[in-house]
Each structure stands twice: as structure tokens, then as C-alpha cells.
């Protein structure tokens, strides 16, 4: 129940006036009662603006409904997040004009990972994110509130089996890229150009081994320090905007 719950939930004041700016459907707006400045007053008057339902709660009552730390004093609720077809992904890339560019996440557990990963990737112009259904992180209110709004821009598609997807986009021509410390192909120095597919691994484990074998080639990250690896969020940013300054 608690993960059906957070689906329907954005939280913090960044997201909830990228979530107005949207377009996107909103339930209700709950805001602490007296808190009418800053960033506040410009969610209320676009909330107005919106016709969306506006209710003043007390602070307590607010953090026994918020499910971050840090709510802001404002919370959204809003249909569950809609996931999108692969296909979806490759109509935005059409309707740009521009060759697919799509992040696959082969089992990111940390939802806040998620969230920067999300930010990133809309940041970077990638079309479209691939996350697997089962062992990773799906969209929650803890992943919107990191993400500060790119939610509401991104195409993210849910798959039962990510090996499958690979193969569907193999079929549509994209190259698929793994990221793996054992490959000799520091990551600037591979061609990101064309129709590409980027897998991005697990926190601890990196890419499954099946994955792996199913990527057409594989990228490292040079590790001159004693920590021999990289928050997967900022492995992820460095590999995007390699393959972003490529593709302008």
C-alpha cells in the first residue's frame, strides 16, 4: 500500500510549481497553514490559475502526510506517475528530429539516485528512460523531489524484462553502451554519435552479467583514486554529457 501511496504524492516547491507549469492532472495542493512567501505564494497563484483545489493543513498534520524530510511546507497529490511505451520514447526523439537517445537503468535501488539520474538525463536531451519493474527504484514522491520537476518532461517506460528492451531497440537500430570497470574503453574515448542506448548499473553490483553480454560495447570511468567506484548518479552524469557534447 505505502508504494501505491507515494506514486500519488509530489512534495517540495520546486516539483510542485514544475508539476503546475506542466500541465500535468493535480487532485489537490495541501499547504501549511500561514505560509504565503517566497516560492509559496507563486504556487498559490498559479494553483488559481490552474482552478487546482488548495487546502491549508497545520505543520503537524503536513509532516504526518509528507513522506520526505523536507517537504517544503507543500504537497501535491496527483494520479499515479503514467509510464510511457518504448515506442513513446522514439516518437519524442521523431518529433525533435534528432537520433534515439535513451538511458536504460539495469536495477537502481536508491530512489534518490533515481531522482538525479532523471534530472541529469533531462538536462542532457535524452528522449527516454528504460527502469525495470522488479529489484529497482520506481517513481516515487522521495524520486520527484530530487528530480525538481524533470519528471513532468521525461518519458520514463517500466519493462518486465530489460534484456527484452535491449533487443527492441538492437531492432531499431540503436547501439547499446554498458558501463563496466573490466573493459580497456575509457568512456571519452568512444563514439557516442547515431542512435544509442546507455546502460547505467546497480549501486553495488554494476550491470548483470546477462546485460553485459548483451551490450555492443562497453565504456569505464578511470578510477585514480582508493574508491574504486562512483556514485551511479554521477557516473551517470559524467557518460550523458560525454555522449551529449558528441551528438550537438
Not at 500519488?8 to 500535468?24: K, W, Y
Not at 537503468?105 to 527516454?128: F, K, Y
Not at 527504484?137 to 522521495?142: D, K, L, R, Y
Not at 570497470?181 to 546497480?202: F, M, S, W
Request: one cysteine or more; proline letters at 3%; a neutral charge.
Amino acid at each position: 500500500m505505502q508504494e501505491n501511496r507515494e506514486k500519488d504524492q509530489i512534495e517540495g516547491r520546486n516539483a510542485v510549481l514544475e508539476l503546475l507549469e506542466s500541465g500535468r492532472d493535480i487532485n489537490k495542493i495541501f499547504i501549511t497553514r500561514g505560509e504565503k512567501h517566497g516560492s509559496i505564494s507563486k504556487i498559490i497563484a498559479k494553483a488559481k490559475e490552474n482552478k487546482v483545489i488548495l487546502v491549508e493543513k497545520d505543520k503537524k498534520q503536513m509532516q504526518e502526510m509528507a513522506q520526505t524530510p523536507n517537504y517544503q511546507g507543500v504537497i501535491a497529490m496527483v494520479p499515479p506517475f503514467a509510464y510511457c511505451e518504448i515506442e513513446e520514447i522514439f516518437e519524442e526523439a521523431k518529433q525533435k528530429k534528432e537520433d534515439p537517445f535513451i538511458l536504460l537503468l539495469d536495477g537502481i535501488e536508491d530512489p534518490h539516485n533515481l531522482g538525479s539520474i532523471i534530472r541529469t538525463a533531462e538536462t542532457a536531451g535524452v528522449h527516454g528512460i528504460i527502469i525495470p519493474e522488479r529489484r529497482a527504484a520506481s517513481v516515487t514522491a522521495t524520486v520527484a523531489k530530487v528530480a525538481a520537476g524533470a519528471i513532468e518532461y521525461m518519458k520514463i517506460a517500466r519493462v518486465t524484462n530489460l534484456t527484452d528492451a535491449m533487443n527492441k531497440l538492437k531492432e531499431k537500430g540503436l547501439w547499446i553502451c554498458g558501463t563496466d570497470l573490466q573493459t580497456d574503453i575509457d568512456y571519452d574515448k568512444q563514439n557516442y554519435q547515431g542512435p544509442l542506448g546507455i546502460v547505467i548499473g546497480n549501486e553495488g553490483k554494476g550491470i548483470s552479467e546477462k546485460v553485459r553480454k548483451n551490450c555492443d560495447f562497453l565504456v569505464k570511468i578511470p578510477m585514480k583514486g582508493k574508491v574504486n567506484s562512483l556514485n551511479a548518479a554521477v557516473a551517470t552524469g559524467i557518460i550523458v554529457y560525454e555522449a551529449a557534447k558528441q551528438r550537438k
